[in-house]
């Protein structure tokens, strides 16, 4: 993913796997707030089909998170999942920077129970 920095993959994630996230940057003292959902997207596009398995049926999910801790610029979460795989990725460009105690925050959050 351009731009972004890998975080985490985890095998046979969680069947929420984004609450699950979110509950644990909670816990940690962060704010999430989802601003993205593939598949509420999709919804509007009823004849697009997934790019992976060129059907409608498609276990690909990608939600983006941004993630804050007080009045820091916020951190964006990418978070993909994909036969059976997920992957989380901070955004990591010129035009968005989070800061190194954000990142370490949000990795402690998120590698404390793997």
């Known amino acids: 993913m351009i731009g972004a920095s890998p975080l985490l993959t985890l095998e046979n994630p969680r069947e929420h ?17 989802q601003t993205f959902d593939l598949q509420a997207a999709r919804l509007s596009h009823p004849d ?22 007080g009045d820091a ?17 901070l955004v990591d460009t010129p035009q968005q ?3 190194a105690q954000l990142v370490a925050s949000i990795r402690e959050a998120l590698l404390q129970d793997e």
Do not use: I, K
């Not at 997934?50 to 804050?68: E, F, I, K, N, S």
């Open 97 to 99: 920077r989070a800061g």
């Open 48 to 69: 697009c089909p997934c790019p992976y398995h060129g059907t409608q049926a498609c276990d690909c999910q990608m939600v983006v998170l941004l993630v804050y801790a």
């Open 17 to 33: 796997l984004v609450d699950w996230a979110v509950q644990e940057l909670t816990n940690a003292g962060l704010q999430a707030m």
């Open 73 to 89: 610029q916020p951190a964006s979460l990418v978070v993909h999942r994909h036969h059976g795989r997920a992957w989380f990725y």
